[in-house]
């Protein structure tokens, strides 16, 4: 059981929007900054966003991430079929040794 | 532009050894941080071990603690992986991955940003 907790599967529409919540705790989320995984069928993950909502180059605007309290999430707006993918959220939390950890990952459908 | 390449994955019987390596380029290796990250068949990511640049400072998750072994060449441009007493549910795909994480006085901030394609182990009698 990973210590941040995301939802299993999402659904929308292309062209909708859709957010994905990656939910901790104090000792990581609550004080240490987040980022985003996209991992699509058999690639390897891919940073989609650091610090919380920096986007790295080349990702586009469409993914947004955002952080309040204990709890992060990734937006996607104008749902394309290409985003069809597991995303996973990360952190740091300060319990730990090596202090880093993921979440359990989200399954995105774009029906 | 940044490239990493794993190597060495295969087939290994309980309580064998695997040696997983990951081949940089496109960077100047000696500056970064390093992580192996790995994922078990239909599972979600977790962090495996950390190296720092000059590997002075390392890190493991607790699960592969005391059997295995990260270490790094930066004349070769090399990342390494040393695998002992393997359990079947150290069964996965391996990652390299380029680790951005630090630590400022207050927070800490978590950034894998480059990774490689992935090597597969699979521990079975």
């Known amino acids: 059981q990973s210590v941040l907790t995301q939802p299993p599967s999402v659904s929308a529409a292309p062209g909708q929007k859709v957010t994905i919540s990656c939910s901790g705790s104090?000792?990581?989320?609550?004080?240490?900054?987040v980022s985003w995984y996209q991992q699509l069928p058999g690639t390897a993950p891919k940073l989609l966003i650091y610090?919380?909502?920096k986007r790295p180059s080349g990702i586009p605007d469409r993914f947004s991430g955002s952080k309040s309290g204990t709890s992060a999430t990734l937006g996607i707006t104008g749902l394309q079929t290409g985003d069809e993918a597991d995303y996973y959220c990360?952190?740091?939390?300060?319990?730990?040794?090596?202090?880093?950890?993921f979440g359990g990952g989200t399954k995105l459908t774009v029906l | 532009q940044v490239q990493l390449v794993e190597s060495g994955g295969g087939l290994v019987k309980p309580g064998g050894s695997l040696r997983l390596s990951c081949a940089a380029s496109g960077f100047t290796f000696s500056d970064y941080y390093m992580s192996w990250i790995r994922q078990a068949p239909g599972k979600g990511l977790e962090w495996v071990s950390y190296?720092?640049?000059?590997?002075?400072?390392?890190y493991y998750a607790d699960s592969v603690k005391g059997r295995f072994t990260i270490s790094r060449d930066n004349a070769k441009n090399s990342l390494y992986l040393q695998m002992n007493s393997l359990r079947a549910e150290d069964t996965a795909v391996y990652y390299c991955?380029?680790?951005?994480?630090?630590?400022?006085?207050?927070?800490?901030?978590?950034?894998?940003?480059?990774w490689g394609q992935g090597t597969l182990v699979t521990v079975s009698s």
């Open positions: 991955a380029r680790d951005r994480s630090y630590c400022s006085s207050s927070s800490c901030y978590t950034e894998f940003d480059s």
């Open positions: 104090s000792s990581n989320i609550g004080n240490n900054y």
């Open positions: 190296i720092s640049s000059s590997d002075s400072t390392i």
């Open positions: 990360g952190t740091w939390d300060s319990s730990l040794s090596g202090g880093r950890v």
């Open positions: 610090d919380n909502n």
